[in-house]
């Protein structure tokens, strides 16, 4: 196993762990670091107790199923518990980050997260496993699963159903079964699957989450199995399949002398893609390979000598070149430098939308290089957050030229069989068959900002202009990368991001607000909370937008608002202003992740009666209030609501 202790973490330990782990390393501000790290800190308690817990269930024979948590170590276990490590109980770091303990946390939140974490990377020793028809599904880190065929045992379907969620040791084939306390469920069509873990019993009902994912949307079903230890007569070649997937390289494995591997990372479309380093500089790298198992060729080569051909080209310090390397016994891989703080993708995906300042930034660095790519006559072609990766110094890097094109004489078509570009950042004459020039990457990067401010991928000036969430400061820079001529749009990247930087913008402070138990006692009898018409008139007065986030639907919503402006209890001028937020709890999960407001979460904060529905990670975002229902009891929960909202915005 690697001493590479953020690889560990990010890709081999257990899902819901990993997943929470890489949100807190993408958190933009140091509020969201701290509070996501502490989130981070109690998925981990909670995964660890719901294996402590099945190993007490397992040893009694019976108990009652509880939400996992670290009160489960209090409960004796007979047996010694599946992994042994447990038995050590949680460290008592992780218990201090996550706020069950009291205790110094350190400055620096992701260290003391990672820190806590080393006291259990024994995880990284062990594997999810879910069993289906044709074999065992491995879940390894947070986006690769492969199934291992084997044929089943007699009496193993029985005993193992479809969907059985195990943690199983590849050396061994000793498991823990985690059903009722966890349960897996995957939609055929669905790449990846889900793995619930039980939050709240209401009798012989669980409610179930997606651990590690803020906002995740619960599941209800009937609390049924119980976990249980065992060992699988497995063959040898499925338990190292189950450690490390059967293909170029083995999780740990020294390779001719020159590398160390780490494991795979990545499964994509045109290549695997290894976690590696140098043994002569200890520097880390990955190798992506390209090659069929029996070392033929296929499709996929030239894609690859076109990147390293076209990326060599440019001579930009930011562009990620990869390099030929001819192994001993594996063929040719290419070697590439190691971006680790993942992908612009990867933070929208843990922040929604960025903050305008943010986004700019990044949109202007990113047509800097897109300049010395055009002035080495080479068009990026694929430009789009899953190509825009970051440095450990925030740093950008541009990879994939894969289905690059030069630019130049008899240049002027596409290679047979490349693709034109993906689907969404394509501008419309690459869409209508024409050949990519620096214009079209100019619209790319555009929608690239555009999906930074909004979350959307408009494909005309006229879709723009229909998008709330951005910013008017932008309009006159996104309506000329998105126009529909391509003479229409910047002359080059260089004047684009001149152009950008010029632009000054006031990011939007917005406030959301819950309705019942908040502003009125229920939404039928309709009684206004002391204060009401002073507090909207102060969240008027201070915020650009105001989101209304309630389970009264939207009708309703207007119904009540309307009711109370005819009585005078709120200003005239709310009924235009708010923002509904559209929100099925039973579809989309009981928390009002802000992230739905398509609104920077740094500048949103939420006032609501209710804990229940606030994602662990956004607490931090929460002004809470007393319940509103006792209508004749002095109420002065709207004017405290003010008074840490100023805070809360460092307002006067």
Known sequence: MTDDLDFLIRYRFPRP?????????????????VQRGTWSANVAVRFLAMLYQGCVLDSQGRGPVNPPSHHDFKRPCVNDPFPRELGARIPTPLLILSGIYEGQKGPDTREALMESLREVDFLARYRLVTCEPRGLRVLLGPRIEYVIPFEHPPGFVETMPQGTIMLMDPSNGRFLVLNPLAFWYRHPRDSFGHLYVLRRVEGSTGHYIEDGIAGSPSIIREIQ?????????????????????SLRFKDGQVIDGRYRINGLIWRGGASDIFAARRLDTEGRIVLKTYESDEGRFDANYWHFINEERLSASVNHVSVVKPIKVVIEGCGIVYEQRYIPRGSLQDLLDANGVLIPGIAQDIAARLLDILHDCHTSSVVHNDVKPDNILFDDDRSLRLIDFGIAQE????????????????????????????????????????????????????????????????????????EKCLAADPNERFDSALEAAAFLRNVGVRPARCITLDIEGT??????????????????????????????????????????????????????????????????PRAQGPFKDLRRC???????????????????????????????????????????????????????
């Open 598 to 652: 398509l609104i920077p979460l740094e500048l949103n904060c939420i006032v609501d009666d209710s804990p229940l529905v606030i994602p662990e990670d956004q607490t931090h975002r929460w002004v809470q209030v007393r319940e509103y229902n006792e209508i004749r009891t002095p109420d002065r929960g709207l004017y405290l609501a003010m008074e840490e909202i100023r805070m809360k915005f460092a307002m006067p």
């Open 225 to 245: 199995g119980i976990p249980r230890c065992g060992v699988l007569a497995l063959p040898p070649d499925v338990l190292d399949r189950m450690y490390s997937p």
């Open 407 to 478: 630019i130049g004489p008899g240049s002027d078509r596409l290679r047979h069989g490349s693709p034109p570009g993906s689907r969404g950042y394509m501008a419309p004459e690459i869409i209508r068959g024409g050949f990519p020039s620096f214009r079209s990457d100019i619209f790319s990067a555009g929608v690239v900002l555009a999906q930074m401010l909004s979350a959307r991928l408009p494909v005309s000036p006229e879709e723009l202009r229909t998008i709330r969430g951005i910013p008017v400061e932008f309009m006159d820079f996104l």
């Open 519 to 584: 502003l009125v006692n229920n939404s039928y009898e309709i009684h206004p909370r002391p204060g009401l018409h002073d507090f909207i008139t102060f969240c008027l007065d201070n915020f650009e937008r105001v989101f209304i986030y309630t389970t009264v639907e939207e009708p309703v919503a207007a119904k009540v608002f309307s009711h109370l402006a005819g009585q005078g209890a709120l200003p005239e001028p709310f009924l235009t202003r708010y923002e509904y937020v559209s929100w099925d």
């Open 17 to 33: 762990i990993s997943r929470a782990y890489e949100s807190t390393c993408f958190a933009l501000d140091q509020e969201e670091v």
